[in-house]
């Protein structure tokens, strides 16, 4: 894989897990993959929520399926609770979701479309690459649900999406223009655009401009003309 702007970068790495075998795992093939990066671990949500507080990580790593503190069951619901926490209070944070639970997040849709850092899903089944290539994607402020089983069953686009879809491709303005069109950042279209784009299922491939393929995608779905 190639290396990113971002991975030139010191790092700070967030891995939540309650399984200490899985834990030091994913923790080796994330440190061969960034190893200037500082790592930072947790097994529940209490203390992830204060390594988080007290170390402000980039990226956090998490399974779904965690005690809520030491000694506790670990549950989905509770991962899923820690979730709705850090996009509320930490709305640019980066997180990438390894678990072998990732239906429950269509209880926090609501929350991931309007997350404003990296978001992706990586199930527990995928192969060591594929994973790193959902972490280097949520590094790259990218969101990925398409594992979700059930989140996309019907295309739901906001209104502003269409707005960033009409400006680019009817009246061919950069993002520049389209922030300035639309009154906002240009941080806040290029958060538009990735929702898009993993709601049209279009993610970076190696060779193919990634916007070009979401006008393909947009004009066959009848976004735009």
């Known amino acids: 894989m ?15 897990d309650d399984h200490e075998s899985v ?20 097994i529940n949500a209490k203390n ?36 709705r926490t850090l996009m509320k209070n930490y709305p640019n944070l980066n997180i990438v979701v390894q678990s072998a639970n990732v239906r429950t997040l269509v ?16 199930d527990k089944s995928l192969s060591t690459q594929e994973m790193l290539t959902r972490v280097d994607w949520a590094l790259q402020g990218l969101t990925h649900t398409k594992d979700i089983k059930g989140i996309h069953s019907v ?5 502003e999406w269409l707005r960033v879809l009409t400006l680019a491709f009817e009246e061919g303005l950069q993002d520049k223009a389209i ?35 979401t006008e393909i995608r947009a004009r066959e779905e009848g976004l735009i003309d």
């Not at 209880?107 to 990586?122: E, L, M, N, Q, Y």
């Not at 295309?155 to 209104?159: G, Q």
């Open 2 to 16: 190639k290396q990113t702007c971002t991975e030139k970068a010191l790092l700070k790495i967030l891995v939540i």
């Open 23 to 42: 834990l030091a795992g994913t923790a080796n093939v994330l440190q061969k993959q960034y190893p200037d990066a500082e790592f930072i671990i947790a």
């Open 48 to 83: 992830a929520l204060n390594q988080i507080t007290t170390s402000q990580p980039d990226l956090v790593v998490m399974d779904l399926s965690i005690p809520d503190n030491s000694g506790m069951t670990a549950r989905p619901d509770i991962g899923v609770q820690l979730l």
């Open 107 to 122: 209880r926090v849709r609501p929350d991931i479309d309007s997350h404003k850092g990296g978001f992706t899903v990586a």
């Open 155 to 159: 295309l739901e686009v906001k209104p």
């Open 179 to 213: 922030a300035e069109r639309m009154c906002m950042s240009e941080r806040m279209v290029r958060h538009y655009w990735s929702k898009l784009q993993d709601a049209l299922s279009v993610y970076p491939e190696e060779g193919k401009n990634i916007r070009i393929q």
